[in-house]
């Protein structure tokens, strides 16, 4: 079954420093989605993305979040000067055309600030 | 008020009766539903959507929806060990195309 695939696993940087977590969403998916888990809180989005361009963007989503679609498979979550406070789970996930159909989620990546 | 409500639990059932998790949320335009499972440091994983009211069945799992209470059901039979989980329950933005908004979470523990 196609699934979502997300690396690293895991992530460990220092505050400051730049990371990018990469995505590979299902191919014929066509929304992307990017949420974070703070570690025993819920599930929170951050930032959708349909026809190569953001379509709607969370509060937390502030100037030091980007997402790009690079090529034609790959989507990604780029922080530019990471907080303590981003230390999180990253998860992607997509769904195909109809705005009901559900989100498929990938494993996630577990961001780490020091 | 919280968009999405759930018990955090934990909710403990004897392995083989009938779970029954339970949600409840603000919006009243919302028009999709869905169950995920999240075991502890993995990614939620879909088990159930529905969008009309009513029940709808898949194997031991079954999601009720009564949108005039703005109540959304899961039940799961036969209970099993492998069951334990968080279960959380998410809904989508009528304002937004987008989103989906999860609840917190109950957290499901299936006893032998």
């Known amino acids: 079954e196609p699934e979502v695939t997300q690396t690293p696993s895991h992530q460990v940087t220092q505050m400051g420093q730049e990371v990018i977590l990469r995505c590979v969403p299902i191919?014929?998916?066509?929304?992307f989605y990017w949420y974070r888990q703070i570690l025993g809180q819920k599930v929170e989005f951050l930032v959708s993305f349909y026809n190569n361009e953001i379509s709607e963007k969370s509060e937390i989503f502030d100037d030091q979040f980007s997402v790009e679609r690079p090529d034609g498979s790959n989507f990604t979550l780029k922080i530019r000067s990471t907080k303590l406070e981003d230390s999180a789970m990253y998860f992607c996930?997509?769904?195909?055309?109809?705005?009901?159909?559900?989100?498929?989620f990938g494993d996630g990546t577990r961001l780490s600030i020091l | 008020q919280k968009e999405v409500e759930q018990n955090s639990g934990p909710l403990s059932v004897p392995e083989g009766a009938i779970a029954s998790l339970n949600c409840t949320y603000s919006?009243?335009?919302?028009?999709?539903f869905f169950w995920y499972r999240q075991y502890s440091g993995k990614s939620p994983e879909l088990i159930m959507f529905?969008?009309?009211?009513g029940d709808k069945e898949d194997g031991r799992f079954t999601a009720q929806l009564n949108k005039a209470s703005q109540y959304v059901s899961l039940l799961i039979r036969d209970s099993q060990p492998s069951d334990s989980a968080t279960y959380l329950c998410?809904?989508?933005?009528?304002?937004?195309?987008?989103?989906?908004?999860f609840g917190s979470g109950t957290r499901l523990s299936i006893r032998p």
């Open positions: 998410a809904v989508n933005s009528r304002s937004s195309a987008s989103k989906i908004i």
């Open positions: 191919s014929n998916h066509l929304y």
């Open positions: 529905i969008y009309s009211n």
């Open positions: 919006d009243r335009g919302s028009q999709s």
């Open positions: 996930a997509s769904r195909v055309d109809g705005r009901d159909q559900p989100q498929h």
